[in-house]
């Protein structure tokens, strides 16, 4: 008797998997083609740490990945994304480097724990940094704030495209690479 239901019950588990919606992409970051919005930050790794920038103005010549992170979703998979872009980045033709910047409502304990996020990772393209403003992010950088991470990739001062992760998906950098190569 169950050979029986089991088709059924399979045809019905079928259905109502297929009549599910399909998740949305969640956006978040500036739309391509605009300006990047510029803001502050605080830099805490790199050749040039311990200084408050302007990381826009700073990169506005090269192409740099932002990486916006909310703090409370730093996780394994977050931290592998970033390692995994960061080796990326060195195979990208042109120089074009990456700007961790962890939006936050704790900025000194952030500022402190930064440095060794870098040495267990040993990033070689990409810097940390705190935003020291509302934890939403800069003005007009339009940040989803449940999403655990957005890459921005920004060229010539101008948004490439912006790649925000769903708290359930895991990280893959290839679309942000596939930018980065884009002419």
Known sequence: MTATYRP??????????????ARAAVESGPKPGT????FRAYVT????????ADLVGDTKDGTTVFLFVQKEHWNRPVARYIKNLDE?????????SAVAVWLTDAPQESKA???????????NKTVFAVFEGPRQGPEGWALYDA???????VRGGKVVKSVAFDPVDPPDPAAVVEALKAK
Do not use: C
Not at 8 to 21: G, K, M, Q, W
Not at 88 to 96: D, M, N, R, S, W
């Open 45 to 52: 790794t790199g050749l040039n740490p311990d200084r408050e």
């Open 35 to 38: 300006p990047a919005p510029p």
């Open 8 to 21: 059924a019950a399979l045809i019905a588990l079928v259905s109502l998997v297929a009549a599910l919606p």
């Open 147 to 153: 999403a655990p991470l957005t890459a921005v990739v």
């Open 113 to 123: 724990y930064q440095p060794r996020a870098q040495a267990s990772l040993q990033l």
């Open 88 to 96: 990326a980045l060195e195979k990208v033709p042109g120089e074009a």
